[in-house]
């Protein structure tokens, strides 16, 4: 178990440029999810996979969101055209099947200029 | 909707006090409820959980009681260390596991 992984660690861009962030779950969890934290908040739900399948997003996320797990693995999250408001600490969990709590990588921080 | 409200901080006590966060919970069903930690430049890493009601989680000398007639979850311990300086996470599942609510988080301060 080496744990939830995310990358990169800090992303500094500017205003409207895209960005990608990559999250390796712990293998074989096949629940992966996607939250975002802003300084002084909990985590906000922004979307999960089962296996590759994407079940739900939040009406929080735009349409300049989007997320892929296309091998039922690791999952990528890309912002377009990003705005300040976009800056953030994203953070990436999973889980196995049945009632298990999620499980944290240590986050992508976006800091948008 | 099925939310999570925890006391805002910050939080400060001295080393060896006893600690005490409030959480109260909405949510339809029978959900299972977690207290999470967050140390500096770290991921949430789960603390302890409770799955039905009566439950004690417990984990590192924190308790905490899963209270349907009261809705809540309060997060205790008997003495806090320096070490346990961190940002505490209230959360719940709802049935199926599928969503996680977070609260707002409650920021601890454990002085010497």
């Known amino acids: 178990d080496t744990g939830v992984s995310q990358d990169p660690r800090h992303k500094i861009t500017k205003r409207g440029q895209n960005v990608t962030f990559r999250c390796d779950p712990i293998s074989e969890h096949n629940r992966l999810y996607w939250y975002r934290q802003t300084l002084g908040q909990g985590p906000e739900f922004l979307t999960y996979?089962?296996?590759?399948?994407?079940?739900?997003k939040s009406r929080l996320l735009s349409d300049r969101f989007s997320a892929e797990r296309p091998k039922g693995s690791f999952s990528t999250l890309e912002i377009q055209r990003t705005e300040q408001g976009d800056s953030a600490m994203y953070l990436c969990?999973?889980?196995?099947?049945?009632?298990?709590?999620?499980?944290f990588g240590n986050g992508t921080r976006l800091t948008v200029t | 909707g099925d939310s999570v409200t925890q006391m805002e901080g910050p939080v400060t006590l001295s080393e060896e006090a006893f600690l005490t966060i409030n959480c109260t919970y909405t949510?339809?069903?029978?959900?299972?409820l977690f207290w999470y930690v967050q140390y500096p430049g770290e991921g949430l890493q789960l603390l302890l959980k409770?799955?039905?009601?009566?439950d004690k989680g417990s984990n590192k000398g924190f308790e905490a009681t899963y209270r349907k007639e009261t809705t809540s979850f309060h997060l205790e311990k008997g003495s806090v260390q320096v070490s346990d300086s961190a940002v505490y996470f209230c959360a719940l599942s709802g049935d199926n596991f599928n969503k996680f609510y977070f609260g707002s988080g409650t920021k601890l301060n454990v002085k010497p």
């Open positions: 996979f089962q296996n590759e399948a994407q079940l739900e």
């Open positions: 969990a999973s889980t196995p099947q049945g009632r298990s709590p999620l499980h």
């Open positions: 949510a339809t069903g029978y959900p299972s």
């Open positions: 409770a799955t039905k009601a009566d």
